[in-house]
């Protein structure tokens, strides 16, 4: 992605990343990161500009509306509220001279360790704590789904992408966000089944959403739930 200024009437200046790709039309998303423009690669800068400007007044609304949901980042110590399959949990650091291990007690993710005052190693335990437990539900829920489609997958892994939950390719590979553990199962299990259609069609076709519909009823409902729950999922780095 380039890193282009929108100059607004105004005289309001947006930074936006823009991704060329082999498409026909403009696209406008607002991620965690800000402003994305997918375009036409063959599109002139000129083209690009009008049709940003004639968008200008969406622009600023949900960038004020993602502005106004923004969270406090993550501090990393202990009272430290935090999210686990949807279950409100506590961050709870514990000294300890040689332990370093992380539990989910409760309602108490305790972390115990020499290193409890170093913010940086607390993040770096409970992230790798939160993709261990990522993975193995991820794999059940796919093999599950998979099973039911009369599919084979290729592979499962984690993503750590800033503004895609999940993707599909040609190979068969399915890779799923793992903040998307501290969301509730019934999220989750939207997110799984949405790659999944991919399987069948790899693309956002009326057929495609035939068969995401097929796989989950409620996927409208549980779409809105992610986008709302998305700014605190992302606390996490």
Known sequence: ?????????????????????????????????????????R????????VLQEKSSWIQQKLALREANQVAPMQWLDGEPLLFMGQDI??????????????????????????????DWVARKVLQW???????????????????????????????AKSRWGSCNSRKQIRLNWRLIQAP???????????????????????FYAVQASLFPQYEHAEKALKALSPILHRMA
């Not at 105004?10 to 800000?34: P, V």
């Not at 000294?95 to 993710?109: I, N, Q």
């Not at 299990?189 to 009326?206: D, G, P, T």
């Open 130 to 160: 939160y993709a261990q437990q990522a993975l193995p539900d991820f794999k059940r829920r796919v093999a599950l789904i998979a099973a039911q489609m009369g599919e084979q997958v290729s592979g499962v892994g984690l993503s750590n």
């Open 185 to 207: 199962p019934h999220v989750i299990q939207y997110v799984v089944c949405h790659e999944m259609a991919h399987l069948k069609e790899m693309n956002h076709s009326a057929r």
């Open 90 to 119: 506590v961050l709870t650091l514990v000294a300890h001279p040689t332990s370093k291990a992380v539990t989910l007690e409760g309602d108490k993710l305790l972390v115990r360790s020499p290193y409890i005052n170093n913010p």
């Open 43 to 50: 599109i002139s800068a000129s083209q690009l500009q009008q």
């Open 1 to 41: 992605m380039i890193t282009q200024q929108l100059q607004l009437p105004n005289g309001q200046t947006i930074a936006y990343q823009l991704d060329l790709r082999a498409r026909r039309s403009i696209g406008l998303k607002i991620t965690a990161e800000g402003l994305v423009v997918h375009a036409p690669k």
